[in-house]
């Protein structure tokens, strides 16, 4: 359970810091023209995504669940109790996004960047679900 406790820890933290930056992003414009804005939020989203799909494959593989990719790992949650079917729907769109950012950077599309910020309620219902399982 440490890889999963850790993993966990570290999406706290990246949440937490989406959190406190989101005030300083007025609009898409700005990650524009502020590149250090720019860079932290985008680490910390990339983050945000890539621990939710190690989680995922994590409890997926726990489980017995094969997956082939990580959309799959992401949609594999719906088969654990815990994991309603809308929120597994909100997550499967992580991995997406996460490939947006590795391999789209140049030619991004801020506006999806600040709407993602504006929904993080998935990511921490994930996080508490994931939560549960571990106490149980």
Do not use: C
């Amino acid at each position: 359970m440490n890889y999963i406790v850790e993993r966990l820890s570290e999406l706290r933290r990246h949440l937490d810091h989406l959190r406190e930056l989101r005030p300083g992003v007025r609009g898409p414009e700005v990650l524009e023209v502020d590149l250090s804005l720019h860079n932290d939020v985008l680490f910390s989203l990339l983050t945000v995504a890539q621990v939710v799909i190690d989680v995922a494959g994590e409890l997926s593989a726990r489980e017995g669940h094969r997956f082939e990719d990580y959309t799959t790992a992401v949609r594999n949650l719906a088969k654990l109790d815990g994991f309603s079917q809308e929120l597994v729907e909100d997550l499967a769109r992580l991995p997406g996004f996460r490939n947006i950012l590795v391999h789209e950077y140049v030619e991004l599309d801020y506006g999806l960047v600040v709407a993602a910020l504006d929904n993080l309620e998935p990511v921490e219902a994930f996080l508490n679900a994931v939560l549960v399982r571990l106490e149980e």
